[in-house]
């Protein structure tokens, strides 16, 4: 099946300061999801973004789906970004399951 | 409603009991389906309901696993005999159907089991 691959696996930052993201990935997709997982659990979509480049305030992603790798970039971080980031992939040819093929995570930990 | 809901929360079982974890979808989602996130496996698949297509049942890690999906909308997974390893917190997404999977999964609050 396909392979995602997420680093840095854990990042500590200053309040403030900005941070790359990266999700690779082994095999064309046609889904391709950014979460955040906070501190109660809850997995929060951010975006998806099988291609192309997104917007959300802070937050902007990036897929290159020729090149198999997406990245999410969180600017002037906040205390409350802190969480574990998931990249979650589906390829096109995966049948008729589609499911989602998770990486394992980067733990992000924000200081004040 | 308004997002996926899930219930109970938080489970707390003793070994050889069965649970029932229940979810419900957004209203409108035809497709359904049930994760695990635990410590040493990360996020994986159990099984994926769609409409009324026979589920996909392939993430299930045994027979003591079921799930089942009334009138297209509510599911119930159930875990027979529980064991400790079946520790975990237990993830509902739901989506609409895209024909080729390009559709954005949506997740509950997740169900918390404990084991003892």
């Known amino acids: 099946g396909i392979q995602v691959e997420q680093s840095p696996p854990d990042l500590i930052l200053q309040e403030g300061a900005n941070s790359t993201l990266r999700c690779n990935f082994s095999d064309s997709v046609n889904n391709l999801q950014w979460f955040h997982q906070n501190p109660w659990g809850q997995l929060i979509n951010l975006f998806y973004i099988p291609s192309g480049t997104k917007q959300n305030g802070r937050l902007s992603a990036t897929t290159v789906a020729t090149e198999r790798y997406s990245l999410l970039y969180i600017s002037s971080s906040q205390t409350t970004d802190s969480g574990v980031y998931f990249c979650?992939?589906?390829?096109?040819?995966?049948?008729?399951?589609?499911?989602?093929?998770f990486g394992k995570g980067t733990l992000l930990t924000v200081n004040p | 409603g308004a997002g996926v809901s899930q219930s109970p929360s938080n489970k707390v079982t003793e070994k050889g009991k069965d649970v029932e974890l229940r979810c419900d979808p957004i209203?409108?989602?035809?497709?359904l389906y049930w994760y695990r996130q635990s410590l040493g496996q990360g996020l994986e698949f159990l099984i994926y309901f769609q409409g009324n297509s026979a589920p996909d049942k392939s993430g299930l890690p045994s027979d003591r696993f079921s799930a089942e999906r009334t009138g297209g909308s509510v599911s119930t997974l159930t875990i027979q005999r529980t064991q400790q390893e079946d520790s975990a917190v237990y993830l509902c997404?739901?989506?609409?159907?895209?024909?080729?999977?390009?559709?954005?999964?949506?997740f509950g609050p997740g169900t918390r089991l404990l084991v003892l």
């Open positions: 209203s409108g989602h035809t497709a």
């Open positions: 979650a992939v589906r390829p096109p040819r995966g049948g008729s399951n589609y499911k989602l093929t």
């Open positions: 997404a739901s989506s609409l159907f895209a024909p080729g999977g390009g559709e954005t999964q949506y």
